[in-house]
């Protein structure tokens, strides 16, 4: 339940992020969303569904494969944000606004 | 950010930094940690250094590229090897060494790997900090 | 042999991590590109041959046993795109060299690391892979978008990465849920999973919402007219035949796979086609670029192959790939040859450039041909594909949406022909002048292109019977999910 509601609260503050103009804040937003989706990931993942990786384990193992997933997600997130703020930094510089509709 | 206090502790804070980033790259196999946090650390390290303002002026341009290459070529490398050596495409082997004094050591092939990523992701933090180092922004 | 297959992407990225100190040297950058191509090619005909009696290549990274690793599978389906992808990046890049789009920075390395995610996609049999794969493209293809210099480049830049970040943040969100539901993104594993159960049905469907976004299908479709006219002209060219296609193609893999063709995504993606097809082609009507129009044109496209994964079955199916890959050929020598008019003529849009027929006849004659292929025109291999698929309409009894596609169709031949009144046809007056180029390079890629449109079209034979198969594998996957699950 406590998942569900941080996944709630990150995807809505993301998606009121996303829908404003300045390209900084899109940014944020995706960062926001970007982190939703992750916390999503890791709540699929379940001890429940198999048993212990190595055998004779003891106490709740956890479920590496969503890990490994966020992991992943976040170097993408990481590499697509730095990305995205050399563009910001770009247009600003040039138009003077980091607000890529204006014309 | 170019304080008499950052500029003071930037070195020992540097080296700290990096020592701890070679740390998490080293035990990241089975612990928390691996090639991409302590590239990110090492990468924050040279961020704390351009935020102090100690750091070269002006790193010659196109070096970070010529980096993060290395680094994807020694991970896409290490698969290649995997697959002439082993039976795959990044295949591992582990080695369990008996160290005197540190005790057993256990080092997995796949840490070669985790040494690109870690190379790659200091390379992506160097060439942002490269472009933000454009004309419009200086360190305040 | 099998276990070679991660070298298809492979070897893209050590070029192009090869290629990343080499850039200064722009002769040794191309060599790099066309090699990648080449290679992509060599690989899909490879793939193709090991196939051939419709077996499945697999290869499982790190050598793990099979629901452990990540695995790779490679059947015919897959060899066929990497083998008109490969022909794509190398026609298009042939194209940048002419016209000097490849002095940008990092274009060679960029196109190279979007060969290997593009393969690597193609291969993979793990949705959480096929994410990262698209992301490795996706990220070159941001490279390629936004490095020109212009204002309006960069702003169509960020239209294209934030759509394709969106799509990309509902891909993972969607596989997260599908991980939940069924606990696992292995395709083999996955198989038939969204036929019985319910949450993960409904994961399914919004893994093919996902990729729908990524392919520019109604209502999710504004991105890509948006932006793909202003990127350069050869850039719009290579990701044309590549990224939406991916998006296509992995639904085509999801669909088949895990929704089993369950009967309840039927009525969705074939009202989803349709409105693709239509809002696509009226999208174009009020248009005066080359670019533009072909972009919408593009969105239209994507309808017909969306309409073949909606009817499913293995007539519908094959007759999709076999559109989908003469399809991603004709639209590129579209580009390509919009592209060089541009070029040699300074601009694309309608009705600047009279008489280009009779200036340029070999040019035009190349536009002439793709177009007219695109619209379905016999003995073109448009029209091959798209008889396929109305036949296959009407076989399943979806006769609104036959009728739906032929009336496109016709709606694409007028567009068609607009272009043609507008930029080709007419007096022979001078236009305003492009920059003076050695034309030869610049014209050949779209000539080549559509050559093979017609050679598609007369020896379609040999290219539907690979379409079958593969339209076959993907009615029936047991095969493939066998070979994926060891």
Redesign the interface.
């Known amino acids: 339940m406590a998942g569900a509601l941080i996944v709630g609260i990150l995807a809505g503050a993301g998606t009121y992020l996303l829908l404003q103009r300045g390209i900084v804040r899109v940014i944020l937003g995706f960062v926001t969303l970007g982190h939703a989706v992750n916390v999503l990931l890791v709540l699929s993942g379940g001890p429940s569904r198999r048993g212990a990786p190595i055998a004779g384990a003891r106490g709740v193992p956890a479920d590496p494969l969503p890990q490994a997933f966020v992991l992943t997600a976040i170097v993408i997130a990481f590499g697509i944000t730095a990305f995205l703020l050399a563009l910001a930094f770009r247009s600003a510089s040039e138009t003077g606004d980091d607000d890529p509709e204006a014309a | 950010m170019s304080t008499v206090i950052v500029r003071a502790l930037v070195r020992p804070l540097g080296f700290l930094m990096l020592g701890l980033s070679l740390f998490l790259l080293l035990r990241g196999h089975h612990e928390p940690g691996?090639g991409?946090a302590g590239g990110?650390l090492a990468g924050a390290a040279l961020a704390l250094r351009r935020l102090a303002g100690t750091g070269p002026v002006r790193p010659r341009a196109g070096a970070g590229?010529?980096v993060?290459?290395?680094g994807?070529?020694i991970a896409?490398?290490y698969?290649?090897v995997?697959?002439v050596l082993?039976?795959?495409?990044?295949?591992?082997r582990v080695w369990r060494l008996g160290v005197p004094i540190v005790g057993d050591l256990k080092i997995t092939a796949s840490l070669v790997f985790d040494l690109g990523?870690y190379v790659v992701?200091v390379a992506?933090?160097a060439?942002?900090l490269e472009?933000?180092e454009?004309?419009?922004?200086r360190a305040p | 042999m099998s276990r070679l297959l991660p070298l298809v992407f492979a070897v893209p990225l050590v070029l192009a991590a090869v290629g990343v100190p080499l850039r200064r040297s722009i002769g040794s950058s191309r060599a790099l590109v066309l090699a990648g191509a080449l290679w992509l090619v060599g690989a899909g005909g490879w793939l193709l041959w090991a196939t051939r009696d419709g077996g499945v290549v697999v290869a499982r990274m790190g050598g793990w046993p099979p629901p452990v690793a990540i695995t790779l599978a490679g059947d015919t389906f897959a060899s066929l795109m990497l083998c008109v992808s490969g022909f794509v990046v190398g026609a298009t890049a042939v194209f940048a060299f002419a016209r000097g789009e490849d002095r940008r920075p990092f274009f060679h390395p960029a196109a190279l690391v979007l060969t290997a995610g593009v393969g690597g996609a193609y291969l993979t049999a793990d949705l959480f892979n096929l994410f990262v794969f698209v992301e490795v493209g996706l990220a070159a293809s941001y490279v390629l978008v936004v490095s020109g210099a212009g204002r309006e480049e960069a702003r169509a830049g960020v239209v294209y990465v934030v759509a394709n970040l969106l799509a990309s943040t509902a891909l993972l969100a969607a596989i997260a849920l599908l991980y939940g539901a069924a606990g696992s993104v292995n395709l083999a594993q996955l198989a038939g999973v969204g036929s019985d159960r319910g949450t993960a049905a409904v994961a399914g469907v919004m893994v093919m919402a996902a990729l729908g976004i990524k392919a520019s299908v109604v209502p999710a479709h504004g991105w890509l007219p948006r932006s793909y006219p202003l990127a350069g002209p050869a850039v719009t060219a290579m990701l044309s035949g590549l990224l939406t296609k991916v998006g296509v193609y992995a639904a085509y893999r999801v669909g088949s796979v895990v929704l089993g063709g369950s009967s309840g995504i039927r009525i969705p993606l074939l009202v989803v086609a349709g409105a693709t097809m239509v809002i696509g082609v009226l999208g174009a009507v009020g248009r005066n670029s080359m670019r533009e129009i072909l972009s919408f044109h593009m969105v239209s496209q994507i309808g017909y192959l969306v309409m073949a994964l909606g009817i499913s079955g293995a007539t519908a199916l094959s007759a999709g790939v076999f559109f989908m890959v003469q399809y991603i050929v004709v639209k590129a020598s579209l580009f390509l040859v919009a592209g060089a008019v541009e070029s040699l003529e300074g601009t694309g849009e309608l009705g600047r450039t009279p008489g280009l027929a009779r200036r340029r006849p070999v040019l035009s004659t190349a536009f002439a041909i793709a177009a007219l292929s695109l619209a379905g025109v016999p003995p073109l291999s448009g029209f091959v594909g798209k008889l396929g698929l109305v036949r296959a309409a009407f076989d399943a009894r979806e006769y609104l949406m036959g009728g739906v596609a032929v009336v496109v169709s016709f709606l694409t031949l007028a567009s068609m022909v607009k272009i043609w009144n507008g930029s080709f046809g007419g007096r022979a007056v001078r236009g305003p002048r492009g920059r003076q180029t050695p034309a030869r390079l610049l014209v050949a890629p779209g000539l080549l292109t559509a050559s093979l449109s017609v050679v598609l079209g007369l020896g379609a034979e040999t290219l539907w019977a690979l379409a079958e198969r593969a339209g076959a594998a993907l009615a029936d996957p047991g095969a493939y999910v066998r070979a994926v699950s060891g």
């Open positions: 691996g991409f990110l590229a010529a993060l290459a290395a994807m070529l896409v490398g698969g290649l995997g697959l082993g039976d795959a495409f990044l295949g591992s990523v992701v992506v933090v060439i942002f472009t933000l454009g004309d419009g922004w």
